[in-house]
């Protein structure tokens, strides 16, 4: 009933004005407490008007994030052009999304995008972005150090892909033994090549271009495939996801000019080739 910009004001009030209320009836409660929000405000000026950007973002139950806000003409319009920019088409194959989830997606890879490209950042190919911890012998779930959260196994693999991976050993919980260097990565030089072989997403029908892509290992490094250009295929994030879940295969044929195919969990095989 009191504006909540009004509270401190009117806890300094209370004791003279809550003796006044004691006896009336609800309808009359209201009208008093009206007058006196009325007198604050005409004492105070209008109501503030809402701040031209806002945006929530918190990390809420089982470890997801709610956000939402509210932009100017100017910061929406960039908004809404980065989002149509980074919105990844949905292609045979991949399943439909809708317009929310679509947006949800182009939100990510524009965060994602945002950190690849930090100039602090030279060699621009530091990744993933998240410190995950995951136990070698697969005894518990990976976590992230960034927020605690836990992390599901196809985004797990995703990162093994093309992430740099550290060698931590403990003992238990706390005592650190040994603490490695990087083990291994796709170089800057290798994704160069990479890059010049496929150009863009060789998920069949995806175009993102390079920039946007991360490098899958066909064979997956985890069960001992090689950090070889012919292990590697360009994928953007989105569809990188989607080869990860179960069902999924995909082959790179060296041989037939670097030829891509997927096939998806229903049975459907796509196929692409690198642009000429
Ligand atoms: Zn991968
Ligand atoms: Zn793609």
Redesign the pocket.
């Known amino acids: 009933m009191v504006p909540k910009r009004f509270t401190e004001l009117f806890a300094s009030h209370e004791a003279s004005v809550v003796p006044t209320l004691v006896g009336l009836s609800v309808g009359d409660t209201g009208r008093v407490l009206h007058e006196w929000v009325a007198r604050a405000e005409a004492n105070d000026g209008p109501p503030p008007e809402d701040p031209p950007r806002s945006f929530h973002a918190s990390t809420t139950l089982n470890d997801r994030v709610e956000a939402s806000g509210s932009f100017d003409a100017v910061g929406g319009a960039f908004l809404l052009k980065a989002l149509q920019l980074a919105e990844?088409p949905d292609?045979p194959g991949d399943e439909r999304r809708t317009a929310a989830e679509r947006r949800a997606d182009a939100l990510v890879e524009i965060s994602r995008f945002y950190i690849d490209y930090q100039p602090t950042n030279p060699a621009r190919r530091r990744r993933p972005h998240l410190d995950i911890i995951v136990q070698a012998d697969g005894s518990r779930p990976a976590w992230t150090v960034d927020t605690g959260a836990l992390i599901p196994t196809v985004d797990v693999h995703q990162f093994f892909c093309d992430g740099a991976i550290r060698r931590v050993v403990t003992d238990g919980h706390s005592v650190i033994l040994d603490m490695g260097t990087l083990t291994r990565v796709v170089t800057t030089t290798m994704w160069l090549a990479l890059a010049m072989r496929d150009r863009h997403?060789r998920?069949p029908g995806?175009d993102?271009p390079a920039h946007w892509?991360e490098a899958h290992h066909v064979w997956a490094w985890e069960d001992g495939g090689p950090t070889r250009l012919d292990n590697l295929v360009l994928?953007?994030s989105?569809?990188h996801h989607v080869v990860h879940k179960p069902g999924w295969s995909l082959k790179l044929l060296i041989e037939n000019n670097a030829e891509v195919i997927a096939t998806s969990p229903e049975g459907p095989v796509y196929r692409s080739h690198p642009p000429p």
């Open positions: 990844a292609v997403c998920f995806c993102r892509c994928l953007c989105r569809h």
